[in-house]
């Protein structure tokens, strides 16, 4: 029985993970996709070789706009997200990118949120705004001023949540109701969350954007974008990317296939060890703030348990002291590794500053509330008491 077409509900995504949007064989009974290296398709009809390029026949013709495995890729994402269409991107920031400048052309009005991620806050300050796009960012966490700028304007909603580095949850289902009124695409970057903690198209969206880097790919060891969504927006994005040239590789498009076979369980493991790290750390004398929506202190708790059914493998902590006791704490981890990264199997820590927000500038940092004491811990699928064990460590020596 083919896995292409089936629906797969949320109770299914460990089964999903594994099963969806593939065929029972693949060429010359491969039970596994073939990674398709090559650029182009031969034809020795011509007239099928024209169809196929029109696009009224099934085929391949350039592998800058389609290959075999990026469509198997493609295939699963979308039916873990629920989604009509999926595509791929060489990155995560080319799917971000890709999706704004479809949509983004001169007069129109983007409307988001101060915390995002570096790149795309970037893609905001520095790059949209030359181009004659209208780019209000909103407080992350005022909910009613979001809702008032939509109001007065909103082509494209751009949502991040939780957001990077401080774990901030936005109301997604409230913000996309507003900007639907208004006629505006929703976005929403789900890099954090994945299908397994959270369905953004179910609360609302019209597009779910993926860094495929991180948890989906879940390695470390290929970079790519994912966009979710209807089948007609997709397309358009689909078209520009085409164009634009910026196409997945299908060997990252295969060992993210391959990631995403263990993706539940991978996520269900990150959940458990965040939860208990932040829970340690939360009582910890030499920690001054733990920031992850699992805690029943952070300030949406309650959005985040309406919204997810996971909080994530990400939190971030605020050592008391400064930049020079994050720089004596980050050396002692023997089980993480420093670098800028997150969504593996292993633990990786860092400050903002050298990873997700390198591209800002201290002020910038300040008026994002990203403060320089900051650590940020994406908790891997390690036994949860070596990482506190680890971390209990780590923190004594400072
Ligand atoms: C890493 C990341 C991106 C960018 O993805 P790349 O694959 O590095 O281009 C975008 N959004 C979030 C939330 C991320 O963590």
Redo the contacts with the bound molecule.
Sequence with gaps: MSKKNKKWSEDQMGTASVWAGESPLFTEGATVPPVSLNVAYGYEDLDHWYEVALGNEKGHIYSRNTNPVISVLEEKMKALEGAEACTSFS???AA?SNTLYTFLTPGKRVVSQKDT?G??SAIFMNFLPPRGVDVQLCDTSDFDQIEEEISKGCDLLYL?TPT?PTLKIIDIKRLATAAKSMGAIVVV?N??ATPINQRPLALGADLVVY?A??FLGGHADA???ILCGSEDLVKQVYGYREINGASLHPLSAYLIFRGLKTLELRMLRHNENAQSIAEFLKSHARVEEVFYPGLSTHLNHEIAQKQMTGFGGVLSFSLKGDYETVKKFLPQLKLARLAAH?GSVDTIAGPPKTTSHVETTPEERKMLGIPENLVRYSAGIENSQDLIGDLASALDAI
Excluded: A, H, Q, V
């Design positions: 990155t995560g920031m971000i991620y790149g795309s991040e990077n970057d890099t954090f860094s880097t991180k970079l790519g974008g997150l």
